[in-house]
């Protein structure tokens, strides 16, 4: 069973790995020639390095693109034509009639089945996303945000790849027909990747707190909702390669400020701020323009009132995060692979 | 003898409607079985049954003394060719004949290739380009290769031109006069299968409304004609199955196994295809009477 | 070797129709005594009939005494059906050509002739009869 399942995996498993193959050529030969671009440009720097940095940043700008653009898109690929179509195309065109009545049971056909396409995905996506981050290391280097392609790097794709294969064969013996089956996984394929890094990934690990003056904020200004009374934000950083999850105004007393508080002291203590006239889009933190008087001003007033706390994951829990990460998708990935074995061998119909 | 497949109170529903109810039949091994039925009586479901592919939702049934489920020792012993002879589009005729080898400890590949060669089919050639004999014939050999003891076949010709059918009924006794295979095929046309068979199972809206071998059905039914009479007036040694009535002339058909010597009836032959219609038109006039009767009766 | 042929719109059982060619066989000398019949298998890869009539009307034809089955040999023609005088043949031969070219003659048509025939031989020698 095992040979034939490779037999009707093998025209697109190879398919696949020739497009690895010259994926691999590609990044091979631009990824050492960038690794030069680094050492000369980037390295011997000593001052005024954002020039030198941006100058690097902006080589091979189409690779970056296509090759961020390809982690987006491979895992839920995966899911979509090898995943989906494993049972259905069978249940479909009616070959499960001829499938299940030679001599091996149900349960052999489709553990053995799931297990060769599994492991092709699990494998293809791993590849990828070798080549990928072994590409972007001098890139990383630069760049400083490891939080921010998190789901781009190392082994957090490799779960992504299972999880979209496994959920796409369990969609697929459910829905039986192949077109809906692929369109239900990239729904729930996208849907599960949008709640995990909305509501789960920053709630992996504990966070750490780290109190600062507002004068070492990365960014101070006010933001206008709905073209209201503008409140005060600001953006602190815990330093390189760390995760700011987020940033409050702290008075001395230990209050965390709220919103309202905000606009209140914005009014008060900064009347000449306002929103422009016209109004600002909602949401967006404006700079307050022409009057940067007025802002050093008020800038100085909240200081005296405020500090700010950054709640943040550190740079070192990288690792344990991508591999709590990996964890959750392998876990929805044997929950969604146990569905499959489960309807596939106990309904018989 | 022994019954390769024996059915007690087997039924089969989809929601609320009974595929197949209260079906009871022993089919006898080495016989070729005709199954036949018009469309939506329920003979693929009895297949479907018996080779695993269902669960029964009432009754029981067992083939070659096992209860058919995915079990590789009792699929081991079965061939079974669905409606429409499903191949792999995208694989070869080689590769099909591969998956026979890999999948049937039984496999037989000598026989296997021996047949593709004098099918004249080209080993290398998809089954997706195959034409629909082609495709039968290539299905036929994978059921037969793996040397089961009974052949389920379900319409296999249905959708065959004239010659094709032919060639496959062809293969398909030269398999039973040389490996000795029971077989079970089921088809909505019985001219299909008079040739071949010599038992039949006649389904009707899923129940059983004949069943027995057919020579012996052959010989103990008759057509007889004469002036007009009413059924009931015949002798209770002959059963009338159905019966038709002239201005001045009745016709019936019944079932008897003493010779009718009664000059005033001609007696001609049935063909079996004649029996089957008279059963089944009898089954139908019986279903609607009682259906009136529930009427009336409210 | 002697090839079957099916006539399935004849109304007569299949096997009856293997046993009548034995018979027309062996009466026009086409098998004679010695000769091996087709096995089952032959018969069938070209008939698509069961084997199990095949094998009927081989039994038929052995209770008859005309063939016998050798196991691993095959089924071999074994007697003779008796056949008449080939004198006595060609008399009656010349008498029923005088008695159509008589009834030519009166005015039948070629159908009145063949239905004559059929009634004839159906009263008097009763065979075919239900």
Same mark, same amino acid.
């Given at each position: 069973m095992t040979r034939f399942a490779w037999l009707q995996a093998r025209t697109q498993s190879l398919a696949v790995g020739a497009l690895l193959a010259a994926l691999a050529i590609t990044t091979a030969i631009t990824g050492v020639q960038l690794a030069h671009l680094y050492h000369s /440009?980037?390295?011997?720097?000593?001052?005024?390095c954002d020039l030198a940095q941006n100058d690097f940043l902006s080589h091979d700008a189409f690779l970056q693109d296509a090759l961020v653009l390809l982690m987006r898109l491979a895992p839920g690929v995966i899911g979509i034509f090898?995943? &989906? !179509? /494993?049972?259905t195309r069978e249940l479909e065109s009616g070959t499960f009639r001829l499938a299940w009545t030679q001599s091996v049971s149900r349960t052999r056909w489709v553990l053995t089945k799931l297990a060769v396409v599994g492991l092709t995905s699990v494998a293809v996506s791993g590849l990828l996303s070798l080549m990928v981050t072994w590409w972007f290391r001098a890139i990383d280097l630069v760049n400083l945000n490891q939080y921010g392609t998190f789901d781009m790097r190392d082994i957090a794709p490799i779960g992504y790849g299972a999880f979209a294969f496994a959920i796409g064969a369990l969609l697929g013996a459910v829905i039986r027909r192949t077109l809906p089956a692929m369109a239900a996984t990239l729904g729930a394929f996208v849907f599960a990747r949008v709640a995990v890094t909305l509501w789960v990934r920053p709630n992996l690990l504990v966070p750490r707190h780290l109190s600062s003056s /507002?004068?070492?904020?990365e960014q101070f200004g006010f933001m206008s909702r709905n073209g209201g009374t503008p409140e005060l934000i600001a953006k602190g950083s815990a330093g390189p390669n760390s995760w700011t999850l987020s940033t409050h105004f702290v008075t001395s007393s230990g209050h965390v400020a709220s919103a309202s508080e905000l606009k209140a002291f914005v009014h008060q203590?900064?009347?000449?701020?306002?929103?422009?006239p016209g109004g600002p889009p909602p949401g967006k933190s404006v700079v &307050? !323009?022409?009057i940067p008087e007025a802002f050093q001003n008020c800038r100085a007033a909240a200081g005296r009132t405020y500090h700010l706390v950054v709640t943040y994951i550190p740079a070192g829990r990288y690792w344990t995060l991508q591999w709590l990460e990996l964890g959750v998708f392998l876990a929805l990935a044997a929950l969604a692979l146990a569905g499959c074995f489960w309807w596939v061998t106990r309904r018989t119909n | 003898m022994n019954a390769s497949v024996e059915a007690v109170g087997l039924g089969k529903r989809y929601g609320k409607r009974w595929?197949?109810?209260?079906c009871t039949l022993t089919i006898p091994s080495g016989r070729v079985v005709g199954l036949v039925?018009?469309?939506?009586?329920?003979k693929t479901t009895l297949m479907h049954l018996a080779v695993g592919l269902l669960a029964p939702s009432a009754g029981e049934i067992t083939v070659l003394g096992d209860r058919p489920g995915s079990d590789p020792a009792v699929l081991e012993r079965l061939g079974f060719l669905a409606q429409d002879s499903?191949?792999?589009?995208?694989?070869t005729v080689r590769q099909h004949l591969q998956m026979g080898e890999w999948l049937?400890?039984?496999?037989?590949a000598e026989f296997a290739a021996g047949r593709i060669d004098a099918l004249g089919l080209?080993?290398?050639?998809?089954?997706?380009?195959?034409s629909g004999g082609q495709r039968a014939q290539l299905a036929l050999t994978l059921a037969v290769a793996k040397r089961p003891e009974l052949l389920v076949l379900d319409?296999?010709?249905?959708?065959?031109d004239p010659l094709a059918r032919r060639e496959f009924l062809q293969t398909l006794m030269e398999v039973v006069a040389v490996q000795g295979v029971s077989v079970v095929l089921s088809s909505h046309l019985i001219a299909d299968l008079e040739r071949v068979c010599d038992y039949v199972v006649v389904l009707v809206t899923g129940r059983v409304v004949l069943t027995g071998d057919v020579d012996e059905l052959l010989a103990s039914h008759h057509r007889i004609t004469g002036p007009?009479?009413?059924?009931?007036?015949?002798?209770?040694s002959q059963q009338v199955i159905e019966a038709s009535h002239a201005e001045r002339q009745s016709s019936f058909v019944v079932r008897t196994s003493?010779?009718?010597?009664?000059?005033?009836w001609t007696v001609t032959p049935l063909t079996l295809d004649d029996l089957v219609l008279a059963y089944m038109r009898r089954d139908r006039d019986a279903v609607a009477s009682t259906t009136t009767g529930l009427a009336v009766a409210r | 070797m002697i090839e079957f042929h099916l006539d399935?719109?004849?109304?007569?059982a299949t096997y009856q129709q293997l046993v009548q060619q034995v018979h027309q066989a062996l009466q026009l000398g086409l098998l004679e005594p010695g000769d091996r019949l087709p096995t089952a298998q032959q018969v069938v890869s070209s008939?698509?009939?069961?084997p199990n009539t095949v094998l009927k009307a081989y039994r038929d034809l052995e209770r008859e005494g005309l063939v016998r089955a050798k196991p691993g040999l095959g089924t071999f023609v074994v007697g003779r059906l008796p056949r008449t005088d080939p004198v006595e043949q060609a008399r009656f031969r010349r008498s029923m050509a005088a008695w159509l070219r008589s009834a030519r003659g009166a005015g039948l048509s070629i159908d009145e002739i063949e239905a004559i025939y059929r009634t004839a031989i159906r009263d008097c020698l009763g065979e075919g009869v239900a």
């Open positions: /440009l980037v390295v011997p720097c000593q001052t005024g090898w995943g &989906a !179509p /494993l049972v /507002l004068g070492g904020a203590y900064c009347p000449q701020i306002g929103p422009p &307050a !323009p022409g | 595929a197949l109810k209260d039925g018009p469309n939506g009586a329920g499903p191949t792999y589009a995208r694989l049937n400890p039984r496999w037989d080209d080993p290398s050639q998809r089954a997706g380009t195959l319409e296999p010709v249905a959708s065959l007009r009479r009413d059924p009931a007036s015949l002798p209770s003493e010779p009718i010597l009664d000059p005033v | 399935p719109t004849s109304g007569v008939l698509a009939i069961n």
